[in-house]
C-alpha cells in the first residue's frame, strides 16, 4: 500500500479530490473522496498543428518501455496498418523486456519503426504535432495520463486502449479512438487520419486547460469549507427513508443534521442511480410522491 493509499484508509475525516473516475473505483479502502478534477495544462504550452507531417506520414508512440505500456502493441499496429512509427521513449538497460521484446523487434522492423530515444517538451510539440496519430495502448489502469491532453493540445488524435481513465480523457470519435485489441488499433488508425484536428484541439481546450483545472479546484475547496450546504442527501439505510415509511414528502436537511443522520462514508460513496432506485420504490409502493434535492460529489 502506497503512503497516498494509507492516508485515505486510516484517515477518512480528510477530504481526498481523484484524478478521474477510475482512480476512486480501484482505491483501497474506498477513500473520503469528494470529488473529481482532471489534470490540465496550461492553454499555450503546445502549439496547435493543423497539418501534420506529410512527407512520411507516421504514428507516434511516447513514453516508457514497460508491458505496463504495450509498444509492442504499437509497433504491431503500425506494421499491420503500413505506417512508419516513431518512439520517443526511455528504457532501463538490461530491462528484461526491453532486451527481449522490444528491441528485437525494432531491429527486425527498421525500415517501419525508428526508435528515437527521449525527447524533451519542446520536442515533444513537434513530434506529437506532426504524427498522424498517436498511440497509447496502456496495459494498467492508469489515474491520469498526462500524454493524452498533451497530443490533444497538438491536435493529434489519439488512439488509445480502452482501460484505465481512457474513456473519461478521450471522447470517442472526437479527440481520439478508443480500441480494445490490435485488430481495432488498425482500423482505428485508418479512422484517426480522416478527424478533423482542429476539434481534437479543442476537446482540450474545453476540458484540460491550466486555468478549467484551477477553476473546479476553487470550487471543490468551497465546497469543503462551507458550513451552508443545504442539499437533502438521502441514503437507504437512513431509518427515515426506506420501505416501511409513512408517504414521504420533502426531505431537508442542513449540513450538520446531515452529519448527525449519516457518516461522512456513506454520504460520499453512496450512488445517484441507487438513492432514485429506493426513491422510485418507496413512490410506487405508497403510492404519493416524493421530491428530492441530492447532492453528490463534485464531478466535472
Known amino acids: 500500500m502506497t503512503w497516498s493509499q494509507s492516508l485515505g484508509v486510516e484517515h477518512k475525516e480528510i477530504p481526498l479530490v481523484s484524478i478521474s473516475r477510475d482512480q476512486q473505483s480501484h482505491s483501497v479502502g474506498k477513500p473520503n473522496f469528494i ?22 506520414p507516421y504514428l507516434a508512440f511516447l513514453g516508457r518501455i514497460s508491458d505496463s505500456k504495450l509498444p509492442d502493441w504499437a509497433i504491431q499496429i503500425a506494421i499491420k496498418a503500413g505506417y ?16 527481449e521484446t522490444i528491441k528485437p523487434l525494432i531491429e527486425k522492423n527498421k525500415d517501419i519503426v525508428e526508435f528515437v530515444g527521449e525527447i524533451n517538451d519542446k520536442q515533444k510539440n513537434e513530434f506529437l504535432g506532426n504524427a498522424l496519430a498517436f498511440l497509447f495502448p496502456i496495459n494498467w489502469p492508469e489515474p491520469f495520463g498526462m500524454v493524452m491532453i498533451e497530443s490533444m493540445a497538438c491536435g493529434t488524435p489519439v488512439i488509445a486502449r480502452r482501460t484505465g481513465s ?10 481520439g479512438i478508443l480500441f480494445d485489441t490490435i485488430e481495432q488499433g488498425v482500423e482505428a488508425v485508418n479512422s484517426a487520419k480522416e478527424m478533423d484536428r482542429s476539434v481534437v484541439r479543442k476537446a482540450f481546450e474545453n476540458r484540460f486547460t491550466v486555468s478549467t483545472m484551477a477553476d473546479n ?25 426506506n420501505k416501511s415509511s409513512a408517504p414521504m414528502e420533502r426531505y431537508e436537511w442542513t449540513y450538520d443534521q446531515v452529519r448527525k443522520n449519516v457518516t461522512k462514508f456513506d454520504i460520499l460513496h453512496f450512488h445517484t442511480d441507487e438513492i432514485l432506485e429506493v426513491i422510485d420504490d418507496i413512490v410506487k409502493e405508497n403510492k404519493t410522491s416524493c ?4 447532492h453528490t460529489p463534485i464531478e466535472f
Open 291 to 294: 421530491v428530492v434535492t441530492i
Open 166 to 175: 481512457v474513456p473519461e480523457v478521450i471522447e470517442d470519435g472526437i479527440s
Open 84 to 99: 512508419h512509427l516513431k518512439m520517443a521513449a526511455r528504457f532501463d538497460k538490461g530491462d528484461k523486456y526491453w532486451e
Open 217 to 241: 479546484y476553487l470550487k471543490v475547496t468551497l465546497f469543503a469549507t462551507t458550513d451552508s450546504i443545504t442539499s437533502a442527501k438521502l441514503v437507504a439505510k437512513w431509518p427515515a427513508f
Open 35 to 56: 470529488a473529481n478534477v482532471y489534470h490540465g495544462i496550461p492553454i499555450d504550452l503546445y502549439k496547435f498543428i493543423e497539418k501534420p507531417n506529410t512527407e512520411r
